[in-house]
């Protein structure tokens, strides 16, 4: 008996009761995928895209690595992306953090070692750009869930400033950036005001989510982690 024959007995029971309730839904995945939206997103285990909203397999393009980085050096994010905007045309592309993010909270304390604080200081590099707004706060998970906000904020501004994006918007291409923190405590995605559709926009909605994140209490009933 193999040690992930357990996990292969899951898939089984998984694969049969897509099957039950849709008989040809395999038969359509295979023939094609036409997701509308990009989720970039942690590694963090319990951080499972498409359960978080709901959407079966073929409907959530995915790219995943520690704390939600976006580095226009990044060649896996940057196939990632410009699949999913040049050849699947997705309408929305999500930046997604969470609450909780290890990775983040490295970062902050200075805590990475060995190729992962090559990593995580991009995410030192918010923190120095916003280390005024971190030094307010009372406290060290206040600041580590702010950061993780923050994160967000600046990812979705290296989104819309990599040229697959602008040449998509160039092009009149519809395509919408977005940030949302995801709560592991709760289960819910946490809006952080930023929908941007243009270049035009870039900026002033990217300030106006800081702005509107420095008025904002952290937030209440946090989970233990």
Known sequence: MGQLDHLLDNNKAWADGIKSQDPQFFDRLSNQQAPEYLWIGCADSRVPANQIV??????LFVHRNVANVVVH??????????????VLKVKHVLVVG??????????????????????????????DKHQGILDGLAT???????????????????????????EAWRRGQALTVH????????????????SISSEADHEA??????????LRPVRA???KN
């Open 140 to 166: 060290d998970q206040d600041r580590v869930d702010r950061l993780c906000e923050l994160n967000v904020v600046e990812q979705v501004g290296h989104v819309c400033q990599n040229n697959i994006v602008q």
């Open 54 to 59: 709901d959407l079966m397999p073929g409907e």
């Open 221 to 223: 009933g946090r989970h």
């Open 73 to 86: 050096t990044d060649f896996n994010c940057l196939s990632v992306l410009q699949f999913a905007v040049d």
């Open 98 to 127: 969470h609450y909780g993010c290890g990775g983040v909270k490295a970062a902050l304390n200075n805590e990475g070692f060995g190729v992962i604080s090559n990593w995580l200081r991009h995410v030192q590099d918010v923190r």
């Open 205 to 214: 909605v990217k300030q106006n989510s800081i702005d509107e994140l420095v």
């Open 179 to 194: 940030g949302f923190v995801y709560d592991v405590g709760d289960g819910i995605l946490r809006d952080m005001g930023l």
